[in-house]
């Protein structure tokens, strides 16, 4: 490596998130396929419809709280960034 510039910070956060969308990502698949086995499999359709729909409502709502914060966490960067003396190089 050309630069030895530790990122570790911005190395963890990245894998956090992902962290979060994977695990996110596969309890949802979960929830869907309990959702359709309680519909099709033991034959109680309203109540997979209602965990289905619940599910997908949870869900919807937890991506918008965090879409929220990466917004204003993007803000505070952005506006650390353009105080930033002249000549001073990005991180």
Known sequence: MAEAKDDYPAHAATYSAFSK???FTLLWIIV??????????????LLGLVVGIGAEAAGGDAVLTNMRKAAAEKISTAALVSKAPVGAQPC
């Open 32 to 45: 869907l396929l309990v959702a359709m086995a309680l519909g099709l499999i033991a034959h109680l359709p």
């Open 21 to 23: 969308l994977v695990t």
